[in-house]
């Protein structure tokens, strides 16, 4: 039997799992076509069913990945949560410099491609889980630019067949540097993203 990964970095709870779905959206669709990987990447909605659950989303019709969508085919998929580098700087201990990371792998299955009225339908319910408890918007399936976007777009359900969370969080050190790190990962990953948008948004925003 495999030990890698490590135990103590495969999470257990699918109640985990699911929570980082819920809150990390914007999924990696992965197929292959003449052993050739091909990916998209695009937010999916979780709903709970008998099983592990479902995944629903929409491609755009050119998407050469839309023929792999079909009734019965595998899909992995992907969603990352947040990561970090962390310096032993941090810690109580001597330790060496590691990456801390939330990942998640899921194997599914293709149940169907959503009728017109379906995907209309999701398309409020994807907007609706998006804009969060605030609901500051609420798009309306009758809005004739709902009625067109649905013809340049493949909706699609796929039925989650296995799973697997990869929660490496610094589980085999002490409590203390366990919490440590947890600082490092939320204030880490708060400072990189306003630098980094701050340079991305420089250079692709134009002035009007």
């Known amino acids: 039997m495999s030990t890698y990964p490590p135990a103590h970095h495969q999470e257990a709870h699918f109640k985990n799992i699911i929570q980082t779905l ?45 023929p792999h969508l079909t009734e019965g085919s595998q899909v992995s998929v992907l969603f990352n949560g947040p990561d970090t580098y962390i310096s032993p700087s941090i810690y ?44 500051r918007y609420r798009l309306e399936q009758t809005d004739p630019r709902v009625e067109t976007f649905v013809n340049y777009v493949t909706g699609f359900e796929l039925q989650i067949t296995a799973w697997e969370g990869k929660f490496k969080l610094s589980q085999d050190k002490n409590s203390s540097d366990q919490e440590q790190a947890k600082q490092a990962l939320t204030n880490n990953c708060a400072d990189l993203m306003e630098d980094y948008l701050t340079a991305i948004y420089s250079r692709h925003i134009t002035k009007g």
């Open 22 to 66: 819920k809150t990390f959206p914007l999924a990696t669709l992965i197929t292959v076509e003449n052993e050739r990987p091909m990916i998209t990447h695009l937010p999916l909605r979780y709903v709970a069913n008998t099983g592990y659950g479902k995944l629903i989303g929409h491609i755009d019709n050119n998407n050469p990945q839309v």
């Open 92 to 135: 109580t201990t001597s330790q060496l410099p590691t990456w801390n990371y939330i990942k998640i792998h899921l194997e599914t299955k293709v149940v169907k491609t959503l009728t017109n009225e379906e995907l209309k339908s999701e398309m409020v319910a994807l907007t609706s889980f998006l804009e969060g408890k605030e609901q």
